[in-house]
């Protein structure tokens, strides 16, 4: 049976095919009667503006977050990291790690794609901390649980371990492992983590063995303050004399924005030329970076994110870490990365570059089927807002509605809905 829905959706995330339909206005907001039948859009229909359409309910179409840490959150309450530094994060990271069982991670896990498919998101990739003890217990969790969700929420894994691991006969093994996953090769690379001599060789390594077994790369990158650039800087050199035939991501970044303006373009636009992603995480690294002394707040590094969109490479927004030793807060709410990027990287929603880091960017990066456009056969599949615009939006984070496959999850109970909200049709 046929439904529809009306709405004010981003033209953004409108078909770009679809001449015949306006451009939107001037926040790039379109009212819209979207047209559902068997759980696909069917039809798009342009409103023509009438009292009324500038009060419809904002929609989006669920979200995708590029980089967070299943396995370990939730676990704050027991391994703190009250005074925010790296080095605080890191220990207890470990003290949790030497007692982490794959009962817990599974639990974590559980909870939350729990929270992130009823508050929007579709699609996730996970670092998982795979050095040691701690490895088998996490895959074996994290593998499980993406069969739970297979069909429901996209789940990408990357073994998140030190460069040299890959060049021994156990890290060769784990490739093995993760690249029959479908999974990536991750790594840390640049400060704060401290220079080996090595570093060259290692990381040579990995791209060779990454190669061969047609395996993405994720790696954390210049994660710190000190010498800006030079674990991308280092990437570069080595891609520039052979590039492998896979995809690869500069998660974090974040020292880039500390370059001077020149070498900062440079080095930007030869990873423009190498076709390197990145994933900018502003919530962990604002809490983490940029302290001096524990008194005064230094330049806190970031991504340069708008320098890299204007270069051409593709830039996606991630939450990180989720109450964990990294970082104290966050609840998989996809719309809270989305907010923050409008302070941090000053991304404004109602810009293509803005929305992109959280939905055809984050979408390509996992190689999911569906870039998150809406258009005729595309999933019904929306985040529907108690908001009417971006300002309200940005507000405060508002109630919400989801659709899946032309049906609405449950309202959370008790929850008094907004009365744009309570207004959408029930849908067969």
């Known amino acids: 049976m046929a439904a529809s829905l009306r709405l004010r959706l981003p033209r953004a995330l409108l078909d770009p095919q679809r001449v015949d339909l306006p451009c939107g206005d001037a ?13 696909r859009v069917a039809a798009i229909h342009a409103l023509a503006a009438a009292p009324g359409t500038d009060s419809l309910p904002l929609a989006l ?8 840490h299943l396995d370990k959150a939730f676990s704050w309450s027991s391994f703190p990291n009250r005074a925010g530094t790296m080095a605080g994060a890191l220990a207890a ?4 790690g030497e007692l982490r069982s794959a009962a817990q991670v599974l639990e974590r896990g559980e909870a939350a794609l729990q929270r992130a498919w009823r508050q929007g998101l579709r699609g996730l990739r ?44 156990a890290g060769e093994a784990l490739a093995v492992r993760v690249a029959r996953a479908g999974g990536l090769l991750g790594g840390v690379l640049g400060p704060p983590y401290p220079r080996g001599q090595a570093d060259r060789q290692d990381l040579l390594r990995l791209l060779r063995l990454a190669d061969r077994l047609g395996c993405g790369i994720d790696l954390h990158v210049d994660e710190g303050g000190e010498q800006p650039g030079r674990g991308v800087r280092l990437l570069v050199d080595l891609l520039e004399r052979q590039r492998p035939a896979v995809p690869i991501c500069c998660s974090h970044s974040s020292s880039l924005g500390l370059l001077a ?16 992603a990145v994933v900018a995480l502003p919530s962990t690294n604002f809490w983490l970076l940029g302290r001096r002394h524990q008194l005064t707040t230094a330049e806190r590094p970031l991504a340069p994110v708008r320098l890299l969109q204007q270069a051409g490479v593709p830039v996606a927004i991630g ?18 990365p989305l907010r923050l990027a409008l302070l941090t990287a000053q991304l404004a929603p109602w810009s293509r570059q803005g929305l992109m880091p959280f939905t055809t960017v984050p979408s390509r990066l996992l ?13 019904a599949d929306l985040l529907v807002l108690g908001a009417s615009s971006w300002s309200e939006l940005l507000a405060r984070s508002p109630q919400r509605r989801v659709l899946r496959a032309g049906q609405w999850l449950p309202p959370p109970p008790g929850e008094q809905p907004d009365p744009r909200l309570a207004a959408l049709p029930a849908l067969p």
Not at 135 to 147: G, I, T
């Open 27 to 39: 926040d790039g907001l379109l009212a819209v009667e979207l047209q559902l039948a068997e759980g």
């Open 61 to 68: 179409t669920p979200l995708v977050d590029a980089h967070v």
């Open 93 to 96: 990271n470990l003290r949790e």
């Open 126 to 169: 996970s670092h998982v901390d795979s050095g040691g003890a701690v490895a088998e217990p996490s895959w074996e969790a994290l593998l499980a649980l993406r069969e739970r969700w297979r069909g429901r929420m996209a789940l990408q894994l990357v073994a998140l371990v030190p460069l040299a691991f890959w060049g021994s006969a």
């Open 261 to 276: 303006e020149g070498p900062r373009r440079r080095l930007v636009e030869r990873m423009a030329a190498l076709e390197l």
């Open 319 to 336: 939450a990180d870490n989720v109450q964990d030793p990294w970082f104290p807060g966050g609840d998989f709410d996809p719309l809270e």
């Open 367 to 379: 190689q999911l089927e569906w870039d998150g456009v809406v258009r005729p056969g595309a999933p």
